[in-house]
């Protein structure tokens, strides 16, 4: 059974489980799953397209209008895959929907009038990667990782943090994915704000950069960062302390693991690198696969991590952070977006050695 006739299975079986009779998948996140990488969005900011897929168990449609409609049937494929297209001019509604939807018990991804909210049964199918995916969530990793290397290599002091996020973003578009992150902090804002948007602020010394990369509609995210001059005992302290924490996360995201025990975990690293209470300064990262994070880790969480599953932690300490995506191999864990030659920190966890970013020194 190939990906796309797998995920239609996945779909007939949900409808089954929760007995509705058709499912309406209106997120770009989701039909770029459902279609194996197709894209419905024009907006890349936005959370639902253009487009829209209604899926019953003896049929598929797409619901979309005479703009986009031949751009997804060509050159994304829906042709191919056999959906039956229901087009409205583009200045008129569309009466698909609810012509489709009359007299059926219907579930969406989205939170819709008059149907089952599905978004997290949505959510946890999308973090569920085939090995089709998990190969092009690999191929996304390491062009991040090489935009990044690109990127963090040219920052020089006096650059604005605007600079830096336009290379960065130019790397990452010149390689053909979509920078749909970029975070950019300098000096003292990367000790300030956990969620840095660039600003003209101009760099001195220390610079980090955070990407989330998207292509196929999946997505990879990473966070570096670069010190100009002595780095202080602080820093490299704090830097030390991440990198196991980050480690502890790593090593412990295996098969069958519940995530709030993988969680815990890493608390405990926290607790035990003297930096107890900086997890509740900013979440930790979770599933990733569709969206940057499918769902968050917590204490609370009861998702099982299964192999195949991509997982980005980001776990920080005031003032540093340690951030890859990973993909949950049968023996080991895989760094999808490792930088090659990167100086890097050696932490042991039990009977694995993880290896996690160091700062780079300039």
Known sequence: MNEFEF?????????????????????????????????????????????????????????????EAKRLEREQ???????????????????????????LRVGSDFPTPNTTDLTNEIARLRA????????????????????MHAAIRAV????????????????????????????????????????????PKQLEKYAMLVLVGRKWGLCCSLTRLVHFGKLSDEIRRKMEACARVDATFIAN????????????????????????????????????????????????????????QAYAWNPSITGVKSEDTILVGETHNEIVTAIPDWETIRVTVGDQIIERPAILEQ
């Open 128 to 147: 569920n990667l085939t090995p089709a995916e998990g190969e092009r969530m690999r191929a996304l990793g390491k062009l991040c990782a090489e935009a």
């Open 253 to 308: 995201t295996r098969p069958n693991a519940r995530v709030r025990e993988v969680f815990q975990r890493a608390l405990d690293a926290y607790a035990d690198t003297g930096f107890a209470e900086e997890w509740r300064l900013h979440h930790q990262g979770g599933a990733a696969g569709y969206e940057p994070r499918e769902y968050l880790g917590t204490l609370n969480s009861n998702d099982l991590v299964a192999r195949g």
């Open 156 to 199: 020089r002091p006096g650059q604005t943090e605007f600079e830096i996020a336009a290379r960065l973003g130019a790397e990452v578009q010149a390689r053909g994915a979509q920078p749909i992150v970029l975070l950019i902090a300098t000096d003292e804002r990367i000790f300030a704000h956990r969620h840095p948007l660039p600003t």
């Open 77 to 103: 494929g829906l042709g191919e895959q056999g959906w039956e297209f229901r087009v409205a001019d583009w200045h008129a509604v569309n009466p698909a929907i609810t012509e489709l939807a009359r007299g």
């Open 7 to 67: 995920k239609q299975q996945q779909i007939r079986t949900l409808l089954a489980e929760k007995n509705l009779d058709a499912l309406w998948l209106q997120r770009v996140s989701s039909f770029a799953w459902a279609t194996c990488g197709g894209a419905s969005y024009i907006n890349t900011a936005t959370t639902t397209g253009v487009a829209s897929l209604f899926i019953t168990p003896h049929a598929r449609y797409v619901i979309t209008n005479n703009i």
